[in-house]
Nanobody, 118 residues
């Protein structure tokens, strides 16, 4: 069973930066997608960024140019570098690994709170 452990959330002022990490306890190189989602209190869940096995990465429009998704295969770790943070980035952030094609399931981290003050 794959477990994903996230870290790096916290409180930051607008314009600041945070880096989220998501480390898997097992190899996930056979999986097809690695992503970060965020959940707002009122409006539900949004996919922030996703990278697929060929390295292609897609970002939601609101974070383009500010957030960078990085994947370190050797460390089984997914990162989300968040720069120029805005109050509207405040949410709980979750990492996700899509292994549906190879294992019939996907995996989620426990979530980490990011709060951006104005």
């Amino acid at each position: 069973q794959v477990q994903l452990v996230e870290s790096g959330g916290g409180l930051v002022q607008a314009g600041g930066s945070l880096r989220l990490s998501c480390t898997a306890n097992r190899d996930t190189s056979d999986c097809s997608g690695w992503a970060w989602y965020r959940r707002y209190q009122e409006t539900g869940r949004e996919r922030v960024a996703v990278t697929i096995s060929d390295g292609y990465t897609v970002y939601t429009d609101s974070v383009k140019g500010r957030f960078t998704l990085l994947r370190d295969n050797e460390k089984n770790t997914l990162y989300l570098q968040m720069n120029d943070l805005k109050p509207e980035d405040t949410a709980v952030y979750f990492c996700n690994v899509d292994c549906v094609r190879t294992r019939g399931m996907d995996y989620w981290g426990q979530g980490t709170q990011v709060t951006v003050s104005s």
